[in-house]
């Protein structure tokens, strides 16, 4: 086995208002790159096609919608168990009032979605763990500005 030099950890890994640090983000890629994982990647747009999002969290961990139908449902594929943290952005159009509704392998404290901004131009942004099965909310931040 050849030998793996360690990689060292010696920063935060969130700020003082809890968002993960780029040095974070940064060691979680180098560490992914080296097991061959997913690494954090830049922001992709997830295209929308009749009020519906499928997500391939394989190719895009992170990803944008720009939210114009009255309903978007949003569904993924290829998680992966222990991955990356997934991020989605979601963002309001000029109009505003548009809702997200989550396919089931979403899962949420009690149960329950959080509810989402529904200004004009507002910005929420959520992140998922994922177990192989289910896309488990960790953090999120509502109304960005």
């Known amino acids: ?19 993960y640090t780029v ?7 180098n560490l992914l790159q080296r097991v061959g994982g997913l690494t954090g990647g830049t922001y992709q747009p997830l295209a929308v096609s009749g009020g519906a999002a499928l997500w ?11 939210l114009t139908a009255a309903t978007t449902t949003i569904t993924s594929v290829n998680q992966v168990a222990g991955g990356p ?18 396919g089931s392998e979403f899962k949420w404290p009690s149960g329950v979605a959080p509810v989402l901004s529904t200004g004009a131009n507002a910005v929420d942004e959520i992140s998922f763990d994922s177990d192989g099965t289910n896309m488990k909310f960790f953090t999120g931040v509502k109304d960005i500005r």
Request: glycine fraction near 8%; hydrophobic fraction near 45%; avoid cysteine.
């Open 56 to 66: 391939n969290l394989g190719i895009y961990p992170v990803v944008y919608i720009k």
């Open 23 to 29: 040095a974070f983000k940064t060691f979680l890629d």
């Open 85 to 102: 943290i997934y991020r989605i952005t979601l963002i309001q159009d000029a109009t505003g009032g548009r809702l997200v509704t989550w």
């Open 1 to 19: 086995m050849a030998d793996i030099t360690p990689l060292s950890q010696t920063f935060p890994l969130v700020d003082k208002d809890g968002f």
